[in-house]
Nanobody, 116 residues
Framework: QVQLVESGGGLVQAGGSLRLSCAASGRISGINRMGWYRQAPGKERELVAHVTTSAGSTNYADSVKGRFTISRDNAKRTVYLEMNSLQPQDTALYYC?????????WGQGTQVTVSS
């Protein structure tokens, strides 16, 4: 059974920072991309960032460019999201996702709340 375990969410003041982590465990192979999505109340889930496991190529939503940094540790099957200069509009449930050659996997989500 495959599990994605997320951690690092919480409550922070505007301008603060948080670091999210997501570790994949279980029978999972052929991971080619890892990333983060988020969903705010009343809004659709949107891409935050993803990174390829081979070349380390990254892609960011325009709203987080320059503030968030995604990275991965292939050996640990872990993806990180460093979030700086957080703003209230970053408040959302953040989901980890892992893509393999067979399917996508999703975590349960970790809440990030930014107070003004």
């Amino acid at each position: 059974q495959v599990q994605l375990v997320e951690s690092g969410g919480g409550l922070v003041q505007a301008g603060g920072s948080l670091r999210l982590s997501c570790a994949a465990s279980g029978r999972i192979s052929g991971i080619n991309r890892m990333g983060w999505y988020r969903q705010a109340p009343g809004k659709e889930r949107e891409l935050v960032a993803h990174v390829t496991t081979s070349a380390g190529s990254t892609n960011y939503a325009d709203s987080v460019k320059g503030r968030f940094t995604i990275s991965r540790d292939n050996a640990k099957r872990t993806v990180y999201l460093e979030m700086n200069s957080l703003q209230p509009q970053d408040t959302a449930l953040y989901y980890c996702t892992v893509r393999t050659v067979v399917r996508n996997y999703w975590g349960q989500g970790t809440q990030v709340t930014v107070s003004s």
